[in-house]
Structures are given as structure tokens and as C-alpha cells.
């Protein structure tokens, strides 16, 4: 049974940082391309970060550049997101996702080609 576990969330001062964890279990996802979204209240789920398989390309949405950092594991199976600078419109419930099929630019955002999805962990960036 494929599983995607976030964990890493929590509440933060604006400015400060957090790390998201997202581990993999089921399979190896290490041909994967890996991605994390968010959602906030009243609003669609939308792009954040991903890590490309083959290659390792890392794609960023614009209001996380320079912010946030996607990186992988793939002896454990774990993809991570670490986010400094935080800021009050930072604040979503953040999901993990993964896809086997190739992408390149910005396919590599899109919602609903991604195949597994985590239960998501709560961000609070309180101001």
C-alpha cells in the first residue's frame, strides 16, 4: 500500500523557519518526480516545490524563490521542504505528492498529475 506521511508542521512567528518531512512508504519512489502543494482556506490547492525524476531539476512557484528548499533522500524514501522567512500568506495546510510520469517546467505543477498525495500537515505563520 503506497503512503505518503508529512510531518514538520506547526506554528511560527513570521520570519521564522520550518522543515517539512514527507516519507514514502509502499515503494521506492526514487523515480519519482516529488512535489509539495498547499492549500489555505477558501482557495484551490496550488504548486509550491518540486524535484524531477530523471535529473533532479528543482521547480519553484514565484512567491517561494529564495525562501524555500526542496531536496530528496532516496536512501530513505524522503522528500523534504525546508521553508525560512515566513510569511503570514504562508499559512496552508502543506501536501506532499508524487508522480511516475515525466515532466519538465512547468508540467511539473499541475495539480492533477500527480498520482499519490499525503494527508497534509498544518503551517500557521502567525505575524
Known amino acids: 500500500q503506497v503512503q505518503l506521511v508529512e510531518s514538520g508542521g506547526g506554528l511560527v512567528q513570521a520570519g521564522g523557519s520550518l522543515r517539512l518531512s514527507c516519507v514514502a512508504s509502499?515503494?521506492?519512489?526514487?523515480?519519482?518526480?516529488m512535489g509539495w502543494f498547499r492549500q489555505a482556506p477558501g482557495k484551490e490547492r496550488e504548486f509550491v516545490a518540486a524535484?524531477?525524476?530523471?535529473?533532479?531539476?528543482?521547480y519553484y512557484a514565484d512567491f517561494v524563490k529564495g525562501r524555500f528548499t526542496i531536496s530528496r533522500d532516496n536512501a530513505k524514501n524522503t522528500v523534504f521542504l525546508q521553508m525560512n522567512s515566513l510569511k503570514s500568506e504562508d499559512t496552508a495546510v502543506y501536501y506532499c505528492?508524487?508522480?511516475?510520469?515525466?515532466?519538465?517546467?512547468?508540467?511539473?505543477?499541475?495539480?492533477?498529475?500527480?498520482?499519490?498525495w499525503g494527508q497534509g500537515t498544518q503551517v500557521t505563520v502567525s505575524s
Open positions: 505528492a508524487a508522480r511516475r510520469d515525466f515532466c519538465s517546467g512547468s508540467g511539473c505543477a499541475t495539480v492533477y498529475e500527480y498520482a499519490y
Open positions: 524535484v524531477r525524476w530523471p535529473g533532479g531539476s528543482l
Open positions: 509502499g515503494r521506492t519512489f526514487s523515480r519519482d518526480t
